[in-house]
């Protein structure tokens, strides 16, 4: 007798508690995080589609973001809205590449801030269509304080500018792979022309770098 609800395979039954013992290694921050329980999630994404190596990942995206909050200065938290939190999640699960964890884990936290509501629904999706070496790039630009990139080498008495060769020595790749990213960003929206970072770039960053310090 099934009172309704859809049975489930024991292998179905052993996932979902591995995937719960995985979650509830967090401890309380996954409460303080969602509001919820480890249970509703493994509810939510269905026990017989989240496998163990995305529960994982989800499990390190959270744990990265429990160790953010102090160090972006989230003093006062809140559960995340799940209109947000749950496509965080939902990103976090299939990515294991460190920058873009990072800034799973970085919207997550910021997303818990108390004091502020300035997690936008499309910085999620421009997390999920960025390379890592995007999430470099437009990190090191907010903490340069560039306001205009420019073909090859900048001047170099000219402030707030920098050029593709110039961002290619400071992180170390080549003028190719960063030209590449700064195109394929300016298409998600960061730049205006070639290449002005706008007020989707700033309040991006003033989300995921509150406590980077501009030059």
Not at 26 to 32: E, H, I, M, Q, T
Not at 96 to 101: F, I, K, Q, T
Request: proline share 4%.
């Amino acid at each position: 007798m099934t009172n309704g609800l859809i049975p489930i395979t024991d292998e179905q039954a052993k996932l979902s508690q591995e995937i719960v013992k995985a979650f509830r290694d967090l401890g309380s921050f996954f409460g303080r995080a969602l509001g919820s329980t480890p249970e509703d999630l493994v509810g939510y994404y269905g026990g017989d589609r989240l496998r163990i190596r995305r529960a994982e990942n989800i499990v390190k995206m959270m744990c990265e973001a429990q160790a953010r909050l102090a160090v972006m200065g989230i003093e006062e938290t809140k559960p995340a809205t799940l209109s947000i939190a749950l496509p965080i999640l939902e990103g976090a699960a299939d990515e294991d590449r460190e920058e873009l964890v990072d800034l799973w884990a970085r919207l997550l936290a910021s997303a818990m801030d108390a004091t502020k509501n300035n997690v936008r629904y499309s910085f999620i999706s421009s997390i999920r269509k960025m390379d890592p070496l995007d999430a470099v790039i437009v990190r090191h630009i907010h903490e340069k304080n560039i306001l205009f990139i420019e073909r090859g080498s900048a001047d170099p008495k000219t402030n707030q500018r920098t050029g593709i060769e110039d961002i290619s020595i400071a992180i170390g790749r080549r003028s190719d792979e960063v030209e590449v990213s700064v195109r394929h960003l300016r298409d998600l929206g960061f730049f205006d022309g070639e290449y002005y970072p706008n007020a989707l770039n700033r309040e991006f960053m003033r989300a995921c770098y509150p406590e980077v310090k501009t030059a």
